[in-house]
């Protein structure tokens, strides 16, 4: 009986646990509902102000942005009035006097954006000869010019003569140049003149020397009298000039732009008179994502110097609204973890304070961590991006001092080889090795020049170029490679083509020897073809071949740095993957494109335009003789004479200059390090000239010639270094050097240099 009533007892007890853990379960449900339930709330009701709050900042920024849009054109206005002020006070105003009121007014300095200052006169068609001709007394070399992409107009009734410009460093570009000659620039400038006006131009190159920056050109008129009372033609026809700053856009609106301003696109558009409607900037971030996405937009309509404008922001992505959202999201989170803790309170009872502490602390101990790990990854990565250019910088110079030796013991062996016949096997060696060295100086150079291209530190040099021997020399270089491989490499001209170019010839040639390069490369049988056309203004070079062919999905990979086709027989085939990177990016530079077409197992064609100005009197060709054969013979004239002190810490680098230099016919001296050749120099200073490594023991280049100079010291210095990144050459000159080569030693352009600063014998002497 005790048993059955304590076994009912049990059971009971069972029952009443099994219903309060149930009671219990329900009602921590019923807790954590209510609480998410209000947590809800809560957040949807903060990211609705947090939505209000974002339309409210956006329109403020408009309307701001749109004001001090409004008060800087004003201030230029302002600006242009004085500027008209001076000019109209005095009938004959000369540069000098035009650049001394700027300087002393400071104009050019106050306002964001503008490059200058000048005065356009009006000059009738017929006058323009005499009128050019007094300027020239007063500005040497100043002449008629065209603005960048203008075509001169044989109906042209008035030239439209920048007369002066400031500031004085940009004379050379701007002074002569003739606004009527461009569409753009004479409707501003004769819509100013017609309304007596302010006047704002369509967008236009606002300098000849800079073609990828664009802008405005800003214009007030001044004429002969006075203008009240006349019609739109009497103004035009009494104005004799006006007073214009060209505006740069970009460099505008970063003056009006902050910080706030990430993940905005700005938009400045007008209405010309015309009836043309023209957006005159357009900031970086994509507009298109701005529409696709349908995301806030807010504009301002405003009137200046007659001319209707629109001033509009789009909200690009959520960097705008994120800090708008901030406060929405601390709400929303601290709800939630509200909600999570009370709950954990009700269903861990008594244990929840020291629970919920320990929680707690971990989770601070844990967010903690994380941060400092998300530090130590920032700083790490910005260790590394900082030490990016100290990486090429050392490569460079590393790679470079034993190649140094390599490519220079080829050309003492080479020599040697030409003095004595019948050494085949050993001209053998050292074709591979110079091909060897060749090959390893190239990989060098493409990637020295891909970093200067990404960093904008490559120009590029025009001259006037003969195109026949542009390509001579092109196919001379790479002939043997498709001997070698049995390809026929041949040259055909499919239109008439200028025989001269002015174009920066060194890049052109990279350019096609990388194209015809590699169609050798990927030929085993058939012929390479470049033909050459002039279509619609612009030079054509497309390079044939009968090779492997790309596949179609490889295409899009052709074009990208280190990468090759890697689904096709191309994996084969050695190389950096740089060569189509670095042609495409400097045919850019040149305002043109590299195209390619190709079938697999039949072949490819790569096509290279760009635009160029052909002269009227220039000679057109028809043809260009295909039979060409490559030099193997190196030949170094050696009628110098003279004494020269070489400075270099590496023998065999000394005994490789000094064949170069004795076989020059010079007389040769050395000194390990720089104190060693300071003392030789002020014991003996009957040098002809020094070459001076600028990286050795003891003391380097750079001092040693800083100190020689402060010894007046006038002897020529060449700088001989392995450093040959953008910028080594201004630091050597800076130091006092007066010339410049690199490592690896190229016989010939160290010949060539040292002949600038030392007289030969005869220049009849034949070279040995």
């Not at 009494?238 to 910080?259: H, I, K, M, R, Y």
Request: aromatic share 8%; hydrophobic share 40%.
């Amino acid at each position: 009986m005790i048993n059955e009533t304590n076994n009912h007892a049990s059971g009971e007890s069972v029952s009443l646990k099994l219903f309060a853990r149930i009671r219990f379960y329900w009602a921590t449900i019923l807790v954590f509902c209510l609480l998410m339930g209000a947590t809800l709330v809560v957040s949807l009701q903060e990211f609705h102000a947090a939505d209000v709050r974002s339309e409210r900042r956006l329109q403020q920024m408009m309307q701001s942005t749109g004001q001090e849009v409004i008060e800087d054109l004003r201030e230029y206005e302002q600006a242009l009035t004085t500027a008209r002020g001076f000019a109209a006070a005095s009938n004959s105003i000369s540069h000098d006097e035009w650049v001394t009121f700027f300087e002393s007014s400071s104009l050019h300095e106050q306002y964001p954006g503008v490059t200058g200052f000048g005065f356009v006169q009006r000059i009738p068609r017929d006058s323009s000869i005499s009128i050019v001709e007094e300027l020239q007394e007063t500005t040497p070399g100043y002449a008629i010019r065209l603005p960048v992409g203008a075509n001169k107009f044989d109906d042209m009734d008035d030239h439209y003569l920048v007369k002066y410009f400031y500031p004085e460093s940009a004379d050379t570009q701007s002074l002569g140049l003739d606004f009527a000659a461009e569409s753009v620039s004479k409707d501003a400038l004769d819509y100013a003149a017609r309304n007596n006006s302010f006047a704002i131009s369509q967008p236009l190159i606002i300098h000849p020397s800079m073609e990828d920056q664009w802008g405005l050109l800003i214009a007030m008129p001044l004429y002969t009298q006075d203008p009240r009372g006349m019609s739109p033609d009497e103004l035009l026809e009494n104005c004799q000039g006006w007073v214009t700053c060209p505006l740069e856009l970009d460099s505008f609106f970063e003056s009006e732009a902050d910080e706030d301003y990430h993940g905005f696109h700005i938009t400045l558009s007008t209405q010309f008179e015309s009836g043309y409607s023209a957006v005159l900037y357009n900031s970086e971030t994509s507009y298109t994502d701005c529409i696709e996405q349908n995301l806030d937009r807010a504009a301002v309509d405003f009137e200046f110097g007659g001319q209707p404008f629109m001033l509009g922001i789009h909200r690009c992505g959520q960097g705008f609204v994120q800090p708008q959202l901030a406060r929405a999201k601390i709400v929303s989170l601290a709800s939630t973890f509200f909600a999570l803790v009370l709950t954990a309170v009700v269903f861990v009872s008594s244990r929840t304070g020291i629970h919920a502490r320990r929680i707690a602390l971990d989770m601070t101990q844990t967010l903690r961590s994380k941060e400092r790990q998300h530090q130590i990854l920032v700083a790490q990565a910005n260790a590394a991006n900082s030490s990016k250019s100290m990486f090429l910088a050392n490569m460079s110079h590393e790679i470079r001092t034993p190649l140094t030796a390599i490519l220079g013991y080829t050309e003492v062996l080479r020599d040697q080889i030409h003095d004595n016949s019948g050494q085949d096997d050993l001209r053998h060696s050292l074709d591979c090795i110079d091909r060897s060295g060749e090959h390893l100086r190239a990989v060098i150079n493409d990637i020295l020049d891909l970093s200067k291209i990404d960093a904008g530190k490559i120009d590029l040099h025009l001259s006037e170029c003969k195109l026949p021997s542009i390509i001579t020399e092109v196919i001379e270089s790479l002939q043997v490679k498709a001997q070698e491989k049995g390809l026929d490499l041949d040259v055909r001209v499919d239109t008439p083509i200028p025989e001269t170019l002015l174009v920066d010839k060194l890049r052109l040639r990279q350019i096609l020897i990388n194209l015809l390069g590699n169609a050798i490369k990927f030929t085993d049988t058939g012929s390479i073809t470049l033909h050459l056309a002039h279509k619609n203004s612009s030079m054509i070079f497309c390079v044939r071949d009968t090779g492997i062919g790309i596949p179609d999905d490889a295409m899009d990979k052709l074009f990208r740095p280190f990468e090759q086709a890697d689904n096709s027989p191309a994996r084969s085939f050695d190389g950096t993957g740089l060569g189509l990177t670095i042609s495409q990016k400097i045919a850019r530079l040149m305002h043109g494109e590299i195209t390619a077409e190709s079938t697999p197992q039949v072949g490819s064609a790569f096509s290279f335009s760009f635009p160029v100005d052909v002269d009227k009197s220039t000679v057109y060709l028809h043809s260009i003789s295909s039979t060409l054969v490559a030099s193997h013979a190196k030949t170094t004239r050696t009628d110098l004479c003279g004494r020269v002190l070489v400075v270099e810490d590496g023998i065999d680098n000394q005994r490789l200059i000094s064949h170069f230099l004795r076989r020059a016919g010079l007389s040769v001296e050395f000194a390990s390090n720089g104190r060693v050749a300071q003392e030789l120099v002020q014991h003996d200073a009957r040098f002809d000239v020094i070459l001076m490594d600028m990286q050795m023991p003891v003391q380097d280049g750079y001092k040693t010639v800083a100190n020689l100079r402060e010894l007046g010291v006038q002897t020529p210095i060449i700088a001989l270094t392995a450093h040959a990144m953008h910028g080594d050459r201004e630091k050597c000159i800076a130091a006092g050097c007066s010339d410049f080569l690199t490592k690896p030693i190229n016989r010939e352009r160290m010949i060539s240099t040292l002949r600038r600063h030392i007289n030969p014998i005869t220049p009849s002497i034949n070279a040995a």
